[in-house]
Structures are given as structure tokens and as C-alpha cells.
């Protein structure tokens, strides 16, 4: 399993980094500091899943979601976004932009292996 | 919510005691709120974060160094030592959260807000300008770690 998460907090990387490892997601992890940084990462990697974050600068996460759907390499990679974007209208805005499920900030171990079992298909 | 009010505080300080409470595991006591035109915290660092949509302003969450140190020790479960790089990163995260908490109160009262990404402001006595015009609110809190205070600058879009 290789995971790209994507955010310009260092501390929401490594937060999630280590969250990952303990759920058990933690055998290859990919870091971008933003949207434009992650697409140059996945130029040259393919990924089982994409966790980004959305307030980022440079490039946000809803810019960064849209260019990977636009992109035939990536049609089907499941997307999480994680961030504080909570507003139910940015909720809405997100999934149509192409992201599979949502988590907001802080979340807990089992809120990110439960929203990662459902993209991956292992749940209902 | 047509005028600063109490209203446009209190999303702010609900979101702050929220994610204090659930992230750095610090219960937050409320002190006095207080009206400044322009304010000078005497703390040693702030995470602020701009504030558009149909208010505009900033937040500025701000620590003096003693609960910051604390409060990110307990977000990121590594002890750390002073204010460096990770620390900073780590408190413009914390105002990020209570933004983005405050930010879904609001909506949940049909206020439509949009926030920036953090900036994180570090040095003894430092000082927070807020626009002309637009009055900043100080809004002091105590923890079993130390004190930190909100101070939410805002004023209704025109």
C-alpha cells in the first residue's frame, strides 16, 4: 500500500504519518508540502491513495483534487481530503470536485482507518 | 448579525475551548473579555489566520512560551523543548483547527466565512495590528499549562 499525504503543515504530515503506521497503512508513505508538490511527487509515482489536505498555498487541495481527476493515470485512486473545512457547503464542493470521502480536523486513528477501509472497498 | 457583537465571538471562543480541550488536552477557563482598538499581547507566540467572506478580519491564537511548548507537546505526543520550526508549524495547525471549528459554527447559523492559511508570528511582547476601523476583542484564558488568550479582529463585510 503507498499513500501520498499532502499538506503544508509539517505536523499534520507527521501526525498522519504516524497515524497511518499505527493502523497498519504505513508501508510506503509519500510526502507533498502542497497541491503543485504533490503533482511533481506523482509525476514520477503511482499511488494506492491520495490524503490531502485543502487550505494550503501555492496550490489547494480542491485545485490539486481537480487536476488529478483530469488526469486518466489517476481516474480511479481513491482521495481523502483531511482538513478544518468543515462548512457542510464545502463538504458538497469537495466530493463533486472528485474527492471519495472527507475527514475533518482532529480526527481520531479509527475516524482515518475507517474512512480509508470504505474507500478502499473493504467496508460497506 | 449585523454589528460586532457577541455573536461573532462567540463561534471563536466555542471553537478554542473545543480543540484546546480535544487536541492539546488543555481545559481552557475563561477570563474577561476585553475591547481593544489596537492589541498588544504580551505573549511570545501567535497563529493568526484572515477572515473573509460576510465578516473580514483575522484570529490570532497567542501563547506565551511556557503553554506553547505544552500545548504542542501534547498535539504532536513528542515532548519539545523550545520555539522552533516544528513548534510554530505546530501552533499555526492548533489556529487552523479553531478557524476552521469556528468557521462551521458559523455556517451552521447560515454566515458564510472564509479563512487563509496561517501565519505564525514569534517574539516577546509582541503586537498585533488590526485594520483601522475594525476593533479587536482579547479574549484571555487560563490551563493547568498557563495562559494563552483569542483575539478576533472582525467586522462585517460591506
Redesign the interface.
Known amino acids: 500500500m503507498k499513500i501520498i499525504t499532502v499538506d503544508?503543515?509539517?505536523?499534520?504530515r507527521?501526525?498522519i504519518k504516524?497515524t497511518l503506521k499505527r493502523i497498519g497503512y504505513g508501508d510506503e508513505i509519500l510526502e507533498a508540502g502542497d497541491g503543485k508538490e504533490a503533482l511533481d511527487v506523482l509525476a514520477n509515482n503511482s499511488v494506492d491513495l491520495i490524503i490531502t489536505d485543502w487550505?494550503?498555498?501555492v496550490m489547494d487541495g480542491l485545485t490539486f483534487v481537480k487536476h488529478i481527476r483530469a488526469d486518466s493515470k489517476f481516474d480511479d485512486t481513491p482521495i481523502i481530503m483531511v482538513?478544518?473545512?468543515?462548512?457542510?457547503?464545502d463538504i458538497i464542493t469537495a466530493l463533486k470536485a472528485g474527492v471519495n470521502n472527507y475527514i475533518?480536523?482532529?480526527f481520531t486513528p479509527d475516524v482515518l482507518k475507517d474512512k480509508i477501509d470504505t474507500v478502499l472497498g473493504k467496508k460497506d | 448579525m449585523a454589528k460586532l457583537s457577541v455573536e461573532w465571538i462567540n463561534p471563536f471562543i466555542e471553537a478554542a475551548e473545543e480543540?484546546m480541550d480535544?487536541?492539546a488536552m488543555l481545559k481552557l477557563k475563561r477570563g474577561k473579555l476585553e475591547l481593544r482598538e489596537n492589541s498588544t499581547v504580551a505573549y511570545d507566540v501567535s497563529g493568526i489566520i484572515g477572515i473573509t467572506g460576510e465578516a473580514v478580519g483575522s484570529i490570532a491564537l497567542s501563547f506565551p512560551k511556557k503553554t506553547a511548548i505544552a500545548a504542542v507537546s501534547n498535539?504532536?505526543?513528542e515532548e519539545v523543548l523550545g520555539i522552533d520550526?516544528?513548534t510554530t508549524?505546530?501552533i499555526?495547525?492548533l489556529t487552523?483547527?479553531v478557524?476552521?471549528?469556528a468557521?462551521?459554527i458559523?455556517?451552521e447559523r447560515n454566515v458564510?466565512l472564509k479563512?487563509?492559511?496561517p501565519n505564525v508570528v514569534v517574539g516577546k511582547n509582541h503586537t498585533i495590528v488590526s485594520p483601522k476601523g475594525t476593533p479587536s476583542i482579547v479574549i484571555p484564558f487560563e490551563s493547568d499549562a498557563g495562559e494563552l488568550a483569542i483575539q478576533v479582529a472582525l467586522k462585517p463585510a460591506v
Not at chain 1, 482538513?83 to 457547503?89: F, L, N, P, R
Request: glycine share 6%; charged share 30%.
Open positions: 503544508d503543515s509539517s505536523t499534520m507527521r501526525i504516524n487550505n494550503m498555498p482538513t478544518t473545512e468543515a462548512a457542510k457547503e475533518v480536523k482532529p | 480543540i480535544t487536541v498535539f504532536i505526543g520550526s516544528d508549524d505546530a499555526g495547525e487552523n483547527m478557524a476552521g471549528r468557521k462551521k458559523f455556517s458564510k479563512i487563509s492559511t
